[in-house]
């Protein structure tokens, strides 16, 4: 799940200071994530150039990456990464044996390139070798390893540069396990194609396919996908969990250890707005904010406080305001509303972020994230009130008076460009949410001096 910025405050002093994450992203053996300055940080493995800081490097605390701004989302495939910036554009770095950093060599790159010839992007995921892009246009975008099909061109050739996807447009959703992919569109229905070797794209075979097909059972029910390695899960709009595809550590969740090639639901898990896949675990996050796991446990990667695998969700150990959760191959990341990162399993490389590789089985925070260099110390935020909140319709903004300018930045839950920007000097006025779609929406409040950021919800 993709989430911005939540509570925090800016403090302004000669001295570092921690600005939270908005977006939280595990690759194979690393981890990503993207502050609230739009600047992007990996810890972890580093063999192939895919932490993006100019050498090769592994580190267990977050480094920034190279030279690269006003970052909208990261994303991690095996030993690769990928960017989609604010403006559109795609870059990559790592591993590019396969062509998976699309900028027509195949050439590994230790800092970020832009990928050839693609604009207008809006998201983007990486399988364990591949990658794909959504445009604005609805179009899917694919490059890199393509032994299975997993580039959905009609084809199973490698390429180093993007092809568009065959036979899809209307595309809202996109999502990449180890070597298939998957689609949701406007219309309420669910593609994928790649490899089917357990019955990950669950059509009902064990078919490869090197272009989409449709998953019946998936379809005007389902509002996010995510894949693992050789299976994948499905938010439903009723909250509930869909799994399909290997099963042999209990990574459907559904009280078995048997494969499904058609999508099953989750046992006892209700209530759910976020999911993510490893290898061969799976997460959920709950509107609780509480954060459930199943499936393989070897290094702790469920969190539960023991290392035993479970065929169904278990409780993540001691971990509540949640927003976001993601997964590596071994170890899980979730983002809290205060901004901080938590990661659990396994820690080989340092992707937890701890400072030392030693793995966990209950979450530990990741250290010196988001560091920057700020203003005057001890600086407090300005008092400000919101009403109602939650909202059905007009929310109310009051500040303290004669505060002088204040800008007000409103963004939905993905954490774009603001959809709502309003300078004034007064201290109290409206914003009309009438218009706006229930959920989630995040205000920035900025006095010159301090930025504070609220969570601002319609019903």
Known sequence: MKTIFKSFFLLLAPLPCLINAQVIEG????????????TAWAWGDNHLGQLGTGNTNSSTVPVQVYSLTDVKYVRGGFDHSVAVKNDGTVWTWGNNFYGQLGNGTNNDSDIP?????????????????????????????????NDYGQLGNGANTNLNFPVQVVTLTGVTTIAAASKSSYVLKSDGSVWSWGYNSDGQLGNGTNTSSNVPIEIIALSHATTMLVGGMYHALGLKTDSTVMAWGLNNQGQLGNGSLNNSKVPQPVMNLSKVIGIACGEFHSLALKNDGTVWAWGDNYFGQLGNGNNNNSTFPVQVFSIN???????????????????????????????????????????VTVVNLCTVSTGVKDKKPPTLRIYPNPSKGNIFLETEKNKGQITFELY????????YTLNTEQNKYEISFYKASPGIYFLKINDGEIIQIKKVIKE
């Open 27 to 38: 690759g194979a053996d690393h981890s990503l994530a993207v502050c609230i300055d739009h």
């Open 113 to 145: 390139v832009q990928v050839n010839s693609l604009t207008g992007i809006t998201e983007i995921v990486a399988g364990d070798y591949h990658t794909l892009a959504l445009r604005n246009d609805g179009t899917v975008w694919a490059w890199g390893l």
């Open 321 to 363: 305001d949640v927003n976001a959760i993601e997964a590596g191959i071994y170890h899980s990341l979730a983002l809290k509303d205060d901004g901080t990162v938590w990661t659990w399993g396994s820690n080989q490389y340092g992707q937890l972020g701890t400072g030392s590789n030693g793995n966990s089985n209950v979450p």
């Open 412 to 419: 939905d839950l993905l954490g774009g460009r603001p959809c």
